[in-house]
């Protein structure tokens, strides 16, 4: 009898069913190359949620790897992803900025039995791949909605929109064109630009030749912005009386300060702000400029990065350390808590983030600081992508 309880017990220690002594997570995401401020950014949040959290759950030990892609590679990053659960043993991915990267990935979830939480990707349809996938972030459908309905309240009857030419960006130009329709207003022209796209000029020569009163505009956050708002500007746009709008990747916290005073006044809907003035948010800030080191750097992707640590611990605890995809996401559909952004919760059905949308303007302090000062707040906001895929 002794024999076989001795037997009985190595064999659950081989084969891992009692505890993972070690769980490991896989995070992709761009952590070099001209969107690695994103990566850090991930890393931010993430670091931020252990030290305010810890690395143990129960008796397991959290521990993170990280795999750098520059620039959308959807085969790169599924290669990684497999790397990550083949070679390394990981029970959880996440991260991935880009929606192709994270679309890419989701074929080798029910295989794997690892679950995905996107921390970024914004794109509707990323979470119907996949009965594996929640997301934290946000999705362009969500952030982009609400400023249509801002345009006509603010008397905008023509608009023109500028989007580049991918998932979250037809996501975008579809989110405001319909609702913008729906509110009785008129899109004039829709302009899609390949995501090589660093010359603007023409693009604001169309938009002034347009008739328009205002021009909606979606591009990936990150030098590609600097460039549009900055072309916005030194085109005549802003002088001619042409409102820019868009969701809040055009004005994230780290590229205000290469924007300057040009950005100032810039409408957009977003889900988070570094201002946003709540104990929660203070407390995040804080463990997160610690964790980036440079308090300039942080930015929206970082909260993604955080909420979704959150949602894996639940997982974890949920699963007792076991590698159970279904039992941990099952575990968090209908979760729901106190985010630096706000109150949040994990829909049940879609997996997708519910959350508040926030109208902010781009202002300055007095101490020549600029931040996004949020005026009017979209309570418990869907994702409306969802249903208009349907």
Do not use: C
Not at 3 to 9: D, E
Not at 42 to 49: N, V
Not at 362 to 389: M, S
């Amino acid at each position: 009898m002794k024999k076989l309880i001795l037997a009985a017990a190595a064999a659950v220690l081989m084969s891992g069913a009692a505890y993972a002594e070690v769980i490991k997570i896989g995070v992709v995401g761009p952590f070099s190359g001209p969107f690695a401020i994103q990566g850090k950014n991930f890393k931010a949040g993430i670091d931020a949620y252990i030290a305010t959290h810890g690395d143990k759950i129960g008796e397991d030990t959290i521990e993170i790897l990280y795999r750098d892609v520059p620039q959308a590679d959807p085969a790169q990053s599924k290669a990684l992803a497999q790397e990550l659960v083949v070679k390394e043993g990981v029970q959880y991915l996440a991260g991935f900025y880009f929606t192709p990267d994270a679309m890419a990935v989701t074929p080798l979830l029910q295989q794997a039995n690892v679950p995905l939480v996107v921390m970024n990707a914004a794109t509707s349809a990323i979470v119907t791949k996949s009965p594996y996938v929640a997301r934290t972030s946000f999705t362009t459908w969500q952030t982009s909605a609400p400023m249509a309905k801002i345009a006509r309240e603010r008397g905008v009857e023509k608009a023109i929109t500028v989007v580049s030419d991918y998932g979250p960006g037809v996501d975008a130009e579809n989110a405001f064109k319909s609702t913008f329709e729906k509110e009785g207003g008129a899109v004039v022209e829709s302009i899609r630009m390949p995501l090589s796209t660093n010359d603007f000029s023409p693009v604001m020569q169309r938009v002034r030749n347009s008739g328009a009163q205002a021009v909606f505009a979606f591009l990936p956050s990150g030098p590609t912005t600097l460039g549009f708002v900055k072309a916005y500007n030194e085109n005549g746009l802003k002088d001619a009386g042409i409102q820019f709008l868009a969701p809040g990747d055009l004005t994230q916290e780290s590229d205000l300060p290469a924007i300057g005073d040009s950005a100032i006044g810039i409408l957009t809907t977003f889900h988070y702000s570094i201002a946003h003035d709540s104990p929660e948010n203070k407390a995040f800030v804080a463990a997160a400029e610690k964790a980036i080191g440079n308090p300039a750097e942080l930015s929206f992707p970082s909260v993604g990065a955080y909420d979704g640590m959150h949602v894996i611990y639940k997982m974890i605890e949920a699963t007792g350390g076991k590698q159970d995809a279904q039992k941990a996401v099952d575990a968090v559909k209908g979760l729901s808590w106190e985010s630096p952004r706000g109150p949040v919760s994990i829909d049940p059905e879609t997996r997708h983030i519910t959350q508040n949308i926030y109208l902010r303007e781009v202002a300055k302090r007095d101490d020549g600081t600029y931040y996004n000062k949020e005026i009017k707040t979209f309570e418990k906001q869907p994702d409306p992508g969802l249903a208009a895929a349907k």
